[in-house]
């Protein structure tokens, strides 16, 4: 394998370990501690896995952790009522409903619902538009933690070709934007691109968010290009057993990547830990004060 590996989980803790470090002072300053409230609604096995990890994660960066558990009979109006509930709370500074929701219930209504300046998943159509026009605003946790990967690993992104593969609002759309404001010279792709092999190979940075297992060949990549694979395509196997794969083909690509995150270990960490980095700065925005240094 010739790419170096970008190691998500290792970045993870340090940025997790800062949010960490900086809460008692906000604490000092607020009065209280930072808190996020997290809504699950529904029984689907993954989502419980996440609100659980986010929980504990909350708890261990010393903030207060608000979980409200829905059944999946809960109806759009009573959902969006909690929202307003939580908007309202003085003591929830960040308000996260984890998707996907049940039928019938329009994320988007209830996405609509959270005060902005709580939305610390980043998907408010206000948080949207203050990134795309280059103000302020909470950033989908994602795609932030994969431009940190990327500043982690090259520096200064200016001038670089990058190549974004995926349009979804939540990590191809603000992953573009994001590059954009570092200066990077930005391609999105998807499943519709004419050569999209042709595409990828400009890109001194690939972010591939396209949820198609193993869409990206080795050979589709610039020499030396930077892989950012954000794909978490669960795959059964014969034995009955499962395997996670990303939208990279991964051992083909490290022959001829400069660098890339694995799957799993790679971006998947970076998310929850962005997470935490939100609610603080979520908190410090609406007391007031700066957000801490280095997050």
């Given at each position: 394998m010739g790419a170096a590996l970008i190691d998500g989980r290792a970045f993870a803790a340090r940025l997790r370990a800062r949010v960490a470090d900086a809460v008692p002072r906000f604490v000092e300053a607020a009065g209280r501690a930072p808190g996020l409230a997290v809504v699950l609604v529904g029984e689907d096995p993954a989502s419980q896995i996440y609100v659980r990890s986010k929980g504990k994660?909350?708890?261990?960066?010393?903030?207060?952790?608000?979980?409200?558990?829905?059944?999946?009979?809960?109806?759009?109006?009573?959902?969006?009522?909690?929202?307003?509930?939580?908007?309202?709370?003085?003591?929830?500074?960040?308000?996260?409903?984890?998707?996907?929701?049940?039928?019938?219930?329009?994320?988007?209504?209830?996405?609509?619902?959270?005060?902005?300046?709580?939305d610390v998943d980043g998907f408010h159509v206000a948080n949207a538009g203050r990134l795309a026009v280059g103000e302020d605003g909470l950033v989908s946790c994602t795609p932030l933690g994969c431009l940190m990967l990327l500043r982690d690993r090259l520096g200064s992104l200016s001038g670089l070709e990058a190549v974004v593969v995926g349009r979804?609002?939540?990590?191809?759309?603000?992953?573009?934007?994001?590059?954009?404001r570092e200066n990077c010279t930005v391609t999105i792709a998807h499943s519709r691109t004419r050569d999209l092999a042709e595409v990828v190979r400009r890109g001194d940075i690939v972010v591939a968010a396209v949820g198609h297992p193993e869409l990206i060949k080795g050979g589709w990549l610039k020499p030396g290009?930077?892989?950012?694979?954000?794909?978490?395509?669960?795959?059964?196997?014969?034995?009955?057993?499962?395997?996670?794969?990303?939208?990279?083909?991964?051992?083909?690509?490290?022959?001829?990547a400069g660098a890339i995150t694995p799957v799993p270990g790679g971006v998947g960490p970076m998310t929850i830990a962005v997470l935490l980095r939100n609610t603080l700065v979520a908190a410090c925005a609406r007391f007031g004060l700066d957000a801490p240094e280095g997050l």
């Open positions: 994660a909350t708890v261990e960066a010393g903030m207060a952790s608000f979980e409200y558990r829905l059944p999946d009979t809960t109806s759009q109006s009573e959902l969006i009522a909690l929202v307003e509930q939580l908007n309202a709370d003085e003591a929830v500074d960040g308000i996260l409903v984890q998707l996907p929701l049940p039928a019938g219930i329009d994320d988007k209504a209830v996405i609509d619902a959270i005060d902005p300046d709580k979804s609002n939540i990590v191809g759309k603000p992953m573009a934007q994001l590059l954009l290009a930077t892989v950012i694979d954000v794909g978490m395509n669960r795959i059964a196997l014969e034995d009955g057993k499962t395997r996670l794969l990303g939208d990279v083909e991964f051992a083909t690509a490290a022959e001829v």
